[in-house]
């Protein structure tokens, strides 16, 4: 199905859900600039472009005690570039959280644990699959305009199609991934209308870079592909690494019900035999409440 008719698809998902009044919790739309979309290290291969996203999420919750509640949410996005087609996609998710509040009022500290299930859907075929994770988080709200958070993650992403190898001997699902993660985060109300968030991520597992024919990587990577999404020639190469984010978001109330915010990420991998890619990603994203 083409990127078009899924976004059709989408369109209708949300006419009918407003019809029968389903619970939607928001709406945003978000505009994002990633300058190394390949996570290339040599400037021939390094690709940006610009995207916008269309999301929607909601679902119940259920109060188990004073201190302990269950949540059921779906997700539906669509994600559209300006320049690669093949990276267009939709995927629609659904998670189940289970949060714990050690006592009452706004400054106890808080756990939460969540499990997720996403579909993912490319007009790459090479990129379909599932993201399937596991979270932990921990919080709290110091002061009624400091509020910080720590958090591990598990992920992993499986594949539909297995292309033919282009080395015999190296396997070719390179969307066949696995990862983990862990964060700290801090949010401060620096006026009633503006939160400012920072955070920093240290990530640990499979990355995908796409690049030309290139031995270094090619010596270092568990999985080999043609991409083309990125042009001819293109290969998708699996490997290891270790990756640093940092980032920083301002987020302003706009009404009663939305708010528009601006962020940046700054990304660093490093990957065993001398590899290593940087990247900046850029967003603005407006977000309705219902």
């Not at 030309?212 to 190469?237: H, K, M, W």
Request: hydrophobic share 40%; proline share 3%.
């Amino acid at each position: 199905m083409k990127f078009d008719e899924r976004l059709a698809c989408l369109a209708l998902v949300l006419c009918a859900a407003q019809a029968s009044a389903a619970p939607l919790d928001d709406l945003g739309v978000e505009l994002v600039y990633d300058d190394n979309l390949t996570r290339a290290q040599l400037g021939r291969d390094i690709k940006g472009d610009l995207a916008l996203s269309v999301s929607t999420s909601g679902g119940p919750r259920f109060q188990l005690t004073d201190y302990d509640s269950l949540a059921l949410r779906g997700a539906l996005a669509a994600t559209k570039y300006r320049h690669y087609d093949g990276l267009d996609n939709i995927n629609a998710g659904l998670a189940l959280g289970y949060r714990r509040k050690f006592g009452l009022g706004p400054y106890v500290p808080q756990f939460a644990l969540t499990g997720s299930a996403s579909r993912l859907e490319y007009d790459n075929r090479l990129r379909d699959g599932w993201l399937y994770a596991a979270e932990a988080e921990a919080s709290k709200r110091v002061t009624d305009r400091l509020a910080l958070r720590a958090f591990v993650r598990s992920e992993r992403r499986e594949s539909d199609d297995v292309p033919a190898r282009v080395v015999p001997f190296i396997r070719a699902n390179v969307f066949d991934l696995s990862s983990r993660s862990a964060g700290i985060g801090a949010d401060f109300a620096c006026d009633p209308r503006y939160l400012v968030s920072v955070g920093f991520t240290w990530h640990r597992g499979d990355i995908v870079s796409t690049t030309q024919r290139n031995r270094p990587i090619f010596l270092a990577s568990s999985a080999i592909a043609p991409d083309p999404v990125f042009g001819d020639n293109t290969y998708a190469y699996t490997m290891q690494a270790r990756t640093r984010v940092f980032s920083i978001g301002v987020s302003r109330e706009v009404g009663r019900q939305s708010s528009v915010s601006l962020g940046y990420e700054y990304r660093d991998s490093r990957a065993d035999g001398g590899i290593d890619y940087s990247g900046n990603l850029f967003r603005a994203t407006y977000l309705y409440g219902f």
